[in-house]
C-alpha cells in the first residue's frame, strides 16, 4: 500500500507542478501581483496530495510565535521539500533563502523571483554574505517573513551538521529575532526519496531567540532545535 501511495502521490505531484507551471506563463507575463497567491495555492495542493495520499498528519505547534504580518527571521531544520512548501502556507509573506541555481529551473526559476525568493549564489563567498544582507534589508523593508535553513543542505532525521553563519549575520544586521523551528518530516519525505511514508509529522515553532551575535545565536539555535525535537518526541510516545 506504501509502494502504491508513494507512485500515486509522485505522479499527480509531477502533473500538477506541470500544469501550474505552464499555466503561471500568464501571470508572469501579465499579473505579478498574483505571483504569490499562486504558489501559495500550488504548495497548498502538493502538500493536501501529500497528507491524503500518504496518509500524513501534520501537527504544527508554537503557531503563537509567528503572531505578525511585520518582519521575521525563521530559522528552520531541513529534512525533506516539505519544509520548502509548508512555510507558504504559514505566514502571510515568505520569502526563503534559496540556492542561486534553483532560479535556473526551467518554469519553477522564474515564478521563485517573481514572488520575492532571495536565490544565493553561495559559492561566491563574501560577496554572497553582502548579497543575502541586501535582500534581507530589502525584504525587511516590505515586510516578509525571511525563512532559512541555517544547516545548508537537507540533513536526515537526527543528523547533526554545523551551522552555517548567515542567519548570524542576518540577525546582527537586521537586530531582529530569530524563531527556532524544528521538524522531523525527513521521517515521511525523506531527501531524494521516492517512497513516503504515513505518520505524524510534527513542525514545531519555538520562542523567539533575541538578537545576539554568532558566538551566542549559533549553539542557541541548535540548544532550541534539541529542546523542540524532544518535545514531539515526547509527544509521539504517548
Known sequence: MAVFRSILFNVLAFLLTLVMG???????????GLALPYAKLWSRLVLSLFQTICGVEVR????????TN???????QHQSAFDTLIWMLLVPAPSYVMKGELRRIP?????????????????????????LL????????KGKQIIIFPEGTRTAPGEHVPLKPGIAAMATHTRLPVVPVATNSGRFWGR????????????????????????VLLPQIEKEWRALEKEFSDLSKS
Open 134 to 141: 541586501r535582500e534581507t534589508d530589502t525584504a525587511v523593508q
Open 60 to 67: 504544527i505547534t508554537g503557531q503563537e510565535h509567528l503572531a
Open 192 to 215: 531524494n526519496a521516492f517512497f513516503k511514508r504515513s505518520g505524524v509529522l510534527h513542525v514545531a515553532i519555538g520562542a523567539p531567540i533575541g538578537p545576539a551575535n554568532r558566538k
Open 22 to 32: 505552464v499555466g503561471a506563463f500568464p501571470v508572469r507575463w501579465f499579473a505579478h
Open 70 to 76: 511585520g518582519p521575521l527571521l525563521i530559522a528552520s
Open 107 to 131: 518554469l519553477l526559476g522564474p515564478m521563485l523571483i517573481l514572488t520575492g525568493m532571495m536565490p544565493i549564489e553561495r559559492a561566491d563567498g563574501a560577496r554572497a554574505l553582502r548579497i
